[in-house]
T-cell receptor
Framework: AAGVIQSPRHLIKEKRETATLKCYPI?????VYWYQQGPGQDPQFLIS???????DKGSIPDRFSAQQFSDYHSELNMSSLELGDSALYFC???????????????FGPGTRLTVL | AQTVTQSQPEMSVQEAETVTLSCTYD???????LFWYKQPPSRQMILVIR??????QNATENRFSVNFQKAAKSFSLKISDSQLGDTAMYFC?????????????FGKGITLSVRP
């Protein structure tokens, strides 16, 4: 079965640089979530999109922005990177609202971002 | 706001034995979902089991079962016949599915080691 695809899988950046993380949800999934997991931490919700509109916002810094496109893929844009942004960034998707497993989130493999 | 507490940072169990991982949560909502996610060394987030709060029957998935005590706001995971592949970090998570607030709130996680 198709899974959530994230690219790149690994990314190394210098401080103050920018980074773009991409997420391709499972086909027919219309909701995308972004989570940040720091070293030894639990995942923290950043932002979510439903039908290409932002649906909820968590602890996402102002330096970060995200959007969902017409094909439902999503991009997380990170600017002025700081050392503390080094983390594993997960994207998750969930099925359309009429689906029986609507409230399950399927996680991608994550993008490991290292800021030097 | 919802909170999820996993008070045990680490546990160890002998292969083939049974282990129970604890989780408590706090919410004023009546309708919600609870999940256990497994994160092996690969860092992939894998859904183990989910429980809908309005269902009194405890969820089971093969060797995994939960003890859901709604009044006590407790949601423990029992792993029977532990296998070496069960070694991982386990996160308890809460979701309020109403409206836009369907993000996952995670506990701090517990590291489970299965000894051969």
């Amino acid at each position: 079965a198709a899974g959530v695809i994230q690219s790149p899988r690994h990314l190394i950046k210098e401080k103050r640089e920018t980074a773009t993380l991409k997420c391709y949800p499972i086909p027919r999934h219309d909701t995308v979530y972004w989570y940040q997991q720091g070293p030894g931490q639990d995942p923290q919700f950043l932002i979510s999109f439903y039908e290409k509109m932002q649906s909820d916002k968590g602890s996402i810094p102002d330096r970060f922005s995200a959007q969902q496109f017409s094909d439902y893929h999503s991009e997380l844009n990170m600017s002025s990177l700081e050392l503390g942004d080094s983390a594993l960034y997960f994207c998750a998707s969930s099925p359309q609202r009429r689906s029986t497993n609507r409230n399950e989130q399927f996680f991608g493999p994550g993008t490991r971002l290292t800021v030097l | 706001a919802q909170t999820v507490t996993q008070s045990q940072p680490e546990m160890s169990v002998q292969e083939a034995e049974t282990v129970t991982l604890s989780c408590t949560y706090d919410t004023s909502e009546n309708n919600y979902y609870l999940f256990w996610y497994k994160q092996p060394p690969s860092r992939q987030m894998i859904l183990v089991i989910r429980q809908e709060a309005y269902k009194q029957q405890n969820a089971t998935e093969n060797r995994f079962s939960v003890n859901f005590q709604k009044a006590a706001k407790s949601f423990s995971l029992k792993i029977s016949d532990s296998q070496l592949g069960d070694t991982a970090m386990y996160f308890c998570a809460f979701m309020n599915p109403t409206g836009a607030n369907s993000k996952l709130t995670f506990g701090k996680g517990i590291t489970l080691s299965v000894r051969p």
